[in-house]
């Protein structure tokens, strides 16, 4: 059976950065847990980062990939570079991944690590730009699928192509 890394937050988790969680109700998701196909896991979290935290951002909004070369940092609201944590965490998704065989994740939209389609644009003011989070780009460079909690349809046709 294929298992799925999910954002902890999506699960009920209380791992944001504000202490609380981003619970979905949606029966896919739901679904996929009875069935035990479902990982949670928070990267910032296990990168060590406390919760709740200072809200953070990608620096110029650029995007997952940037910080994995060295182009950007992740700057915490309160100007601290946390960019270690980030790499840290998405590093530690990428091996949890990798050992037990996961191949798709559903990870929270417009998060700086979790972010698939968007995220925030480095200036603290809401608003959202085209771009990845540092663990999906990671994830996504290994190979290893991410789809927004918004696209658990796209996920599920993913998810029969891997099983069929
Ligand atoms: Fe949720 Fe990902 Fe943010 Fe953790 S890092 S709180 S799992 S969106």
């Not at 780009?137 to 996920?155: H, N, Q, S």
Request: hydrophobic share 40%.
């Amino acid at each position: 059976m294929e298992r799925i890394l999910v954002s902890a937050c999506l699960m009920g988790r209380k791992v944001r950065y504000d202490g609380g969680a981003k619970t979905s109700s949606d029966a896919l998701l739901a679904t996929w847990r009875a069935e035990g196909r479902l990982v949670p896991f928070c990267p910032e979290v296990e990168g060590g980062l406390p919760v709740p935290r200072p809200a953070a951002e990608i620096e110029g909004g650029a995007g997952g990939a940037a910080v994995l070369s060295g182009a950007a940092r992740v700057l915490a609201a309160d100007g601290s570079d946390v960019t270690a944590a980030f790499l840290s965490g998405a590093r530690s998704a990428l091996a949890l991944a990798r050992s037990s065989g996961i191949r798709m994740a559903v990870l929270k939209e417009g998060s700086p690590s979790c972010g698939g389609l968007s995220i925030y644009d480095g200036t603290f003011q809401g608003r959202r730009t085209p771009g990845q989070g540092v663990t999906t780009a990671l994830l996504e460079l290994d190979g290893i699928r991410v789809f927004g909690e918004g696209r658990l349809d796209d996920a599920a046709a993913y998810l029969r192509t891997l099983e069929t």
